[in-house]
């Protein structure tokens, strides 16, 4: 009686996109077929690497080229096309344990081909939910008034303070302030002194009201515009 042995089922060409993040590719080792590309994405929230070829048929592929240290973004991405078959190896110039390697068979493949979705960002980039921004009373003296807003999230309020002039320069600089907000509707202190407690000299004054979450997203500016009595 002849023994039928079961050959191994090739690997599927599928695995085109590859998150990297948490120090390690999303997927390590990629099959595809002649003529189809892989993307790397860097998802975070860790972004300083690089995806440079170390083997002898990849010594000239790097996403980072010419540069000693990896600068890349949440979001970057960055394709190769492989036209060779054989194994191509590949690591961060700054992370060694960032690594992996592309298979390409020897399979004529379909570069119109994209199965994969973009793998989703590991990092917070939506800026905060900031309006309803203004103040209770636009013309005060040393009591100050009081700053209103409603805020989507937790954050860092600031303000920015500019004197505003007659003559040149149009505007000069007078100075900050900074509150923290939470989820829904503040109402804070605005008074008539910078956050380093220097007062406020009488004139007219524009603000410039930003909210920035834990993730240092910020939200559109407001611009205040008030008199110091």
């Known amino acids: 009686m002849a023994l039928l042995l079961a050959a191994p089922a090739p690997a599927l060409a599928v695995s085109h996109k590859v998150a990297i993040g948490d120090f390690r590719w999303s997927t390590p080792v990629v099959n595809v077929d002649l003529g189809e590309h892989v993307t790397w994405f860097w998802v975070g929230p ?11 048929n990849d010594g000239t592929l790097d996403s980072d080229a010419g540069r000693a240290v990896p600068v890349h973004r949440a979001g970057d991405k960055f394709s190769l096309t492989f036209n060779t078959p054989g194994t191509y190896e590949f690591q961060c110039k700054l992370h060694a344990i960032v690594r992996g390697e592309v298979v390409v068979s020897a399979a004529a493949g379909n570069p119109a081909l994209d199965p994969d979705p973009d793998p989703p960002l590991a990092v917070d980039v939506v800026p905060p939910d900031f309006s309803q921004v203004r103040l209770a009373r636009r013309t005060f003296g040393a009591t100050g008034t009081r700053l209103r807003f409603a805020l989507g999230e937790r954050a860092t309020i600031d303000a ?31 008074r008539a002194r910078t956050h380093g407690g220097r007062r406020l000299r009488p004139g007219r004054y524009v603000a410039i009201v930003r909210a920035t979450d834990a993730a240092h997203n910020d939200s559109r500016a407001a611009r ?4 110091v009595r």
């Open 46 to 56: 860790d972004t300083e690497h690089s995806v440079t070829g170390i083997s002898a």
């Open 224 to 227: 205040l515009h008030f008199t």
């Open 160 to 190: 920015e303070l500019y004197r505003l002039n007659s003559r040149r320069p149009a505007r000069t600089y007078a100075g900050y302030m900074l509150w923290r907000g939470h989820v829904g509707y503040d109402d804070v202190a605005f």
